[in-house]
Structures are given as C-alpha cells and as structure tokens.
C-alpha cells in the first residue's frame, strides 16, 4: 500500500512537472507567434503601404497609385499652350541663300528681285563660350605738382587672372542644384567652357555664395513664421560618416533648409522658425512638432498609406471605408473649391464628420484594447500596440488635424509640398554620399533654400547666383 501511493505521488509530480514545461512552451510558441506575425508585417510593409520610400522596396511588385484613374486622354490636354519654339525677331546672325540662275533655263536670276522669301532659325552655342574681359589701369604724372594720379580697379576685380560671375554662377548652379560632385562639375565646366578649375577654387565658390547669402537666410525665416500654412519634413543624411537631420520648413513661395545632429525639439528650438509660429504646421505627426502652441493638420497620404496595409495585409473591412471616406473628403473639397466656395456647408461639414466618428468605432470594435497587464509586467514607457490600434488612436486623438483641410481650405490634404522639397536632398547623398564637413552641409541648405525659393517665384536662377557670388549681397 505504500509503494502504491509513493508511486502515486512520483506520477503525479511528474505530471506537474509536466504541465509547467508544456505551459512555458506555450508562452515560448505565442512569444515567436508574435514575432513571426511581426517579421511578417514587416516584409509586407513597401512604399504603396507606409512610409517607406520606393527605394526601399524588397521585391518587384506592380505599383498602386493612391490615385484615382482620370478619364482624360494621354498627352497635351484642349487648351494646352504648348512650348513649340518660336522664331526670334531679331537673329543673331543671318545667312542668306540667293538664287543665282533659273534651274530649268539656266537664266541669270541675280539681279531680279525675290517674290517670296522662307525662313528657318537654327538655336546653338557659339564656337567660342568665353568672354575674356581685360581690365587695364592708368597712372599719370602731373606736369604742375609732379604727383601720380592712378585709377583702381572695380571691387571685384582683385587678382591678375580670375573667373567671372557668371561662371562662378554656373559652377555653384551644377554643385548644389545638379547635384554633380566637385569634381565632376569641375571636368563638365572644362569639358564645356575651357578653362580648368580645382575643386579648392569651386569650394571657394560655394562658400563665398553661401557667406553672402546669410541675410537673405534671415528674410525667408521671417517670412516663413508669418505664413498662414507651413509644411516641415526632415529626413536623415550624414555628415562626417555620422547621422545628422535635415529640416525643411516650405510654403509656395519659399523654401528653408537646415542641418542639424538632432532630429527633435533641440533641432527645431535651433533652428528658430517654429518659435512663435502661430500658422498651420503641417506635418506627418512627429512628436517634437506638437509641442509647439500652433495649429496642426496631418498628412493624409501618411494615413492613406497605413489604411492600405490594415485593409490589404490584415484583412480589416474599416480600413478600406476609412481610406474610402478620406478620398471622398478630398474630392468633395476640390468640387467646392471648383465652384467657387470658401467651405463647406455646416450640415455638409457635420455629416462627414459623423460618417468619420462611424467608421473609428468599427475599428475600435475590431480592434479592442488589450486588457490592463499585471503588477509584476508592467514597464516603463508607452505600451506595445499593433498598427492597427496605433493607427486608430492617432486617428482618434488628432481629428482635429486629421480634418482641417475640411474646415480650412487653405489647408492642402497631404504633406507633398515639404516632401518633394526634400526628396532631391536624398538624390544629392546617392549622387555624392555623406557631406565632408557641417559647413558644406550648412552651404548646401542655404544655397539650395535660395534656388528653391527663386524656382517658385519664378525667378531666373543662373543671373540670382551671380549677384549671390558678387561681393556686395544681393537683395530678396
């Protein structure tokens, strides 16, 4: 009887022994279940779904625009000007080809008079692309007081052989808007022109740009924290080999870039534009941007994208009404603004908005909070959601800027206008990789800034670099 219930207890601590490892299997199985599931969303992320760029993308799949198919043709549109060259009135050079004997009777044509003249106009480049400019002085001796009057020199004209302004412009234009590197702009300008410059002379260049253009830096951060809508982005590139930030700050007219090591508040407090902005902010929802005691609105497109990877990738019905519902938003503000109208109609503005608060809840039902964790789980930091749930408290908490561009024409729906502003800097560190020092990042911003606010004001860029390479600094 005692070896039976000795036996009994051994199976039974067995058993218990056996339960404990089958339950930390289980933990251990739901623990690599939520990283395969991870892992899995991750690979399923690409540029048609988040906020990755395209270049980015991992495997070659038909791309979907978040556009809609338009139903007008391919090509120049009905009332389209065109950009057919024209011909000039007054020529540089002309050739004249006359008519010397008839081609049938063989008669001499060269003294009768043409009854019907054809013109065709050839645009080239000049054999020779260089203007050599000498400047020459004079001393002279006075016959009464035996004293020499000499002339100087004009200001910019300070050493025996020098490069011009306008090719001084032209050398800055392949650096920071071509995004050619110095030497290769150095081989171009040779190649093209003639002269040889050192990439030494060409950074000079550059830099005295740069110094000169300063004041102007000044004036487009003042104009920028008066506008009544702002857009700001910031991606990363580096300088040194290390990481740093870059920041724009964009309007339709005028462009601001910086470089800073930091990509929150400590950049933006340097920065010194959105202190005191008291405009529209719009942005993708950066924490440090709300901070700042202005209005906010979010980009859209963001959101248009994140819905796209609910709906597609896991399979929830709301994310494709909400990414429905957001197009339909848009569209019903372009037709306002077709017909003239400043906003919507409140009982027009106060339906979308119920239709919005309708599909948050179907995705709060779908996607319930998970419960309250235990004493002993809880950490430090915000909680660990799914995209879905962050999706939706973003969404939920910031409507308000979610929704501004219905209330707000002024407003745009996405963030392009900052995000096309800062794609070229992408291009420039493919082209060329990370910047040598901060000062040729920092001359990179301002020049770049300039030419990008001249190009939305229509302004010629090649004769502003020139005034931005003269010794005295051009005006804004």
């Known amino acids: 009887m005692i070896s039976l219930r000795q036996e009994n207890k051994a199976l039974r601590e067995l058993l218990a022994i056996r339960d404990e490892q089958l339950s930390q299997m289980q933990q251990q199985m739901t623990e690599l279940l939520k990283q395969v599931q991870a892992l899995q969303a991750r690979l399923s992320k690409d540029s048609h779904n988040s906020h990755l760029p395209p270049s980015s993308d991992r495997f070659q799949r038909q791309p979907k625009s978040l556009r809609k198919k338009s139903e007008k043709k391919a090509g120049g549109q009905p009332g389209h000007d065109g950009n057919t060259l024209s ?14 004997q008839c081609e049938h009777c063989r008669y001499d044509l060269r003294r009768m008079a043409c009854v019907q003249e054809e013109r065709r106009q050839v645009i080239d480049l000049p054999p020779k692309r260089l203007v050599v400019i000498e400047h020459q002085t004079e001393q002279k001796c006075c016959p009464r007081c035996q004293r020499i009057t000499a002339t100087t020199f004009p200001e910019d004209v300070r050493a025996p052989v020098q490069y011009g302004p ?4 032209v050398a800055v234009y392949l650096v920071q808007q071509q995004l050619l590197p110095y030497e290769r702009a150095c081989e171009t300008l040779q190649d093209l022109m003639g002269p040889a410059m050192t990439v030494g002379t ?9 110094a000169n253009l300063q004041p102007i830096e000044v004036q487009i951060k003042d104009h920028l924290r008066q506008a009544k809508v702002m857009h700001q982005d910031e ?28 990509r929150g508040a400590e950049a933006v407090d340097a920065i010194g534009i959105l202190n005191g902005f008291r405009g529209v902010s719009v ?45 339909a938003m848009n569209e019903a503000v372009k037709e306002a603004q077709q017909h003239g109208l400043r906003q919507l109609h409140p009982s027009e503005l106060a339906d979308w908005k119920a239709r919005y ?33 962050n999706l939706l408290d973003r969404l939920s908490k910031h409507q308000d800027a979610v929704l501004l561009f219905l209330e707000n024409f002024a407003v745009p729906f996405d963030n392009s206008r900052a995000e096309r502003d800062i794609r070229m800097v992408k291009v420039q560190q493919k082209v060329s990789g990370c910047f040598r020092s901060s000062l040729g990042a ?32 051009p005006a804004f």
């Not at 050079?93 to 010397?100: D, E, K, L, S």
């Not at 060409?202 to 740069?210: E, N, P, S, Y």
């Not at 608060?357 to 959601?385: C, S, T």
Request: glycine content about 6%.
């Open 87 to 100: 011909l000039s009135k007054h020529p540089d050079q002309t050739i004249r080809y006359q008519v010397q």
């Open 166 to 169: 306008a090719l001084g412009a």
């Open 202 to 210: 060409l950074k000079a260049l550059v830099d005295r740009c740069a």
């Open 235 to 262: 991606t990363g590139l580096y300088v040194m080999g290390k990481r740093h930030w870059m920041h724009v700050a964009a309007t339709a007219a005028l462009t601001h870039y910086a470089v800073h090591p930091k």
């Open 283 to 327: 942005h993708d929802g950066w924490a440090t941007y709300w901070k700042y005691a202005c209005e906010h609105a979010l980009c859209n497109v963001h959101h248009l994208r994140e819905l796209t990877f609910v709906f597609e990738e896991q399979h929830q019905a709301w994310a494709g009404e909400m990414k429905r519902l957001l197009l």
């Open 357 to 389: 608060h309708a599909v948050l809840q179907a995705g709060e039902q779908a996607n319930p909070l998970d419960p309250p964790p235990k004493e002993e789980a809880i950490k430090r930091g915000r909680r660990k959601q799914s995209t879905a749930r």
């Open 442 to 473: 920092e001359a990179f911003c301002r020049i770049r800034g300039y030419i990008s606010t001249l190009h939305k004001q229509g302004a010629h860029v090649l004769t502003a670099l020139e005034l931005a390479g003269h010794p005295v600094s």
